[in-house]
T-cell receptor, first 119, second 110 residues
Framework: EAGVAQSPRYKIIEKRQSVAFWCNPISGHATLYWYQQILGQGPKLLIQFQNNGVVDDSQLPKDRFSAERLKGVDSTLKIQPAKLEDSAVYLC?????????????????FGPGTRLTVL | EDQVTQSPEALRLQEGESSSLNCSYTVSGLRGLFWYRQDPGKGPEFLFTLYSAGEEKEKERLKATLTKKESFLHITAPKPEDSATYLCAVQARGSYIPTFGRGTSLIVHP
């Protein structure tokens, strides 16, 4: 089974530039997540999609970050304009809904991430 | 606000030297507690989900346990290939947002 694919793996940009990341989840996984992981910290959820609808984006800085998941499959995360503090690894994860016990604690499968450096 | 604190931040063990990692949490109603392993340059890899106090799960040399305030990840007779950062996360009832700890960096020397 192919895992979660992300590209690019690395990106270096200057502040105020724009950048976009792409994610292709595991086939059949309806739920897709974008996380930000700053060096030395745990991942922080930015946005969660169920099919092509947004489930939660309360932690997404909407003044500069945007995400879409057209057709309910792959997704893009964009930062415009980037700031120095956006330097981090951006992780995409997917899961198959239906975690049992009558509520969703779905096992998340993570991609390798995109390491963003903002100079 | 949900909080997760992992200790120690870093742990060095000799091969075969068993130990435990701690994850203390504060959450308003636990939906689930998760353990992940993260190797350098890779995304987290799922290990376990625990739902209620008293629950235990095992996988090879790893055993995860859960109480109402904390979880332990016990590593029995570790090998160098167990070296990684171990992340703990909690999810509250009624929330879709998991809260991760900062992780414990484990190094096992041969």
């Amino acid at each position: 089974e192919a895992g979660v694919a992300q590209s690019p793996r690395y990106k270096i940009i200057e502040k105020r530039q724009s950048v976009a990341f792409w994610c292709n989840p595991i086939s059949g996984h309806a739920t897709l997540y974008w996380y930000q992981q700053i060096l030395g910290q745990g991942p922080k959820l930015l946005i969660q999609f169920q099919n092509n609808g947004v489930v939660d984006d309360s932690q997404l800085p909407k003044d500069r970050f945007s995400a879409e998941r057209l057709k309910g499959v792959d997704s893009t995360l964009k930062i415009q304009p980037a700031k120095l503090e956006d330097s981090a690894v951006y992780l995409c994860a997917s899961s198959f809904p239906g975690g049992g016990r009558g509520f969703r604690t779905d096992t998340q499968y993570f991609g390798p991430g995109t390491r963003l450096t903002v100079l | 606000e949900d909080q997760v604190t992992q200790s120690p931040e870093a742990l060095r063990l000799q091969e075969g030297e068993s130990s435990s990692l701690n994850c203390s949490y504060t959450v308003s109603g636990l939906r689930g507690l998760f353990w992940y392993r993260q190797d350098p340059g890779k995304g987290p890899e799922f290990l376990f989900t625990l739902y209620s106090a008293g629950e235990e799960k095992e996988k090879e040399r790893l055993k995860a346990t859960l109480t109402k305030k904390e979880s332990f990840l016990h590593i029995t007779a570790p090998k160098p290939e167990d070296s990684a950062t171990y992340l703990c996360a909690v999810q509250a009832r009624g929330s879709y947002i998991p809260t991760f700890g900062r992780g414990t960096s484990l190094i096992v020397h041969p």
